[in-house]
């Protein structure tokens, strides 16, 4: 006997987005669908919320080793995404090497629109086997924040980068310009871990990660973006260098050291300290109209505390896309 139900037009793991303009200018979900292991949720909206919120889960709090998940996203003229987590994304132990656990991510930003993605961090499992591409198609007008940042495993369980491959890429095409027949490669951020031995001077991965507990990559573009990108860039040309000498005397420092500062100055101050302190290495540099920012930290908490202090300093996330947007990163 066959069932009266229609079949499903979708697969195991995908899943879609939509996002539209209201004529009153609110953004709304016109649509989201996904199937097992993928899960969405978006809560029911405000009246004053500035985008549309999505959690971005999984049955059980991970992937299990085999699972494929893939999501597309379109952001229509206008309108703004937030997508978040509600915990680490969880990349379970494969029985094999060649048993790869894959997770894309395709997203169409339409002119004007706007996405902020900004999760938690995924954390491999010892033995675990990932691939993550995740591809940005962004039209003329359009701001896109990326987050995309990975762990070292469970430091209870003494994991340090005991997984067996991690890949990771994310690519910004540009399409929709002026004077383009064809979408433009603006970035292409390619990371690949890999758990087996590699040279005589850096025998393992754990020795090539440095003490770093977390790694990332902050991917700013258009618009909406502009103040943030050029906080960062002020930010990192304001960092101490190596071989820098002080050449004031003493005097002159104390006297300065007297002085009352600003807040900004203050928040900095105590920001060095702690990057000092948490062995916090960073870097910022504009790449063909979009801004990189790459970090890593000695504990994930660290990390998270950074570049939290970091967007909320700034502020203009918050106030383009709202409180929820940075729940991860708080």
Known sequence: MESPFPKSSSSAGEGRIIVDLLPN??????????????????????????????????????????????????????????MVTQGHTKIFQSVSPHV??????????????AFCLLPDPVQPFESSVYEQIQTFNVAFGASLCLLDWVTHGR????????LTRWVGRNEIWASEAPKLSKPRLLVRDAIVLDGKERSTQLRTLQESMYKHAVVGTLVLRGPMMKSLGDFFL?????????GARDFRSAETRQKEAATPRLPIETWRATRLAQEQESNLLWSAASVRGCVVVKFGAATVEAGRNWIGSMLLQEGSLEREFGEAALMCIR
């Open 234 to 242: 002020s930010e990192f040309a304001a960092l101490p260098r190596l």
């Open 100 to 113: 790869v656990t894959r997770q894309g991510l395709q997203v169409e930003l339409k002119r004007h629109a």
């Open 25 to 82: 200018r609110l953004s709304t979900l016109e649509h989201i669908s996904y199937q097992y292991p993928l899960k969405l949720i978006s809560p029911s909206p405000k009246t004053d919320q500035p985008s549309v919120l999505v959690f971005l889960l999984s049955y059980g709090g991970g992937l299990v080793g085999g699972d494929q998940v893939n999501l597309s996203v379109e952001v229509r003229p206008g309108a703004k995404l937030s």
């Open 155 to 162: 430091s209870a369980r003494g994991e340090n980068w005991s």
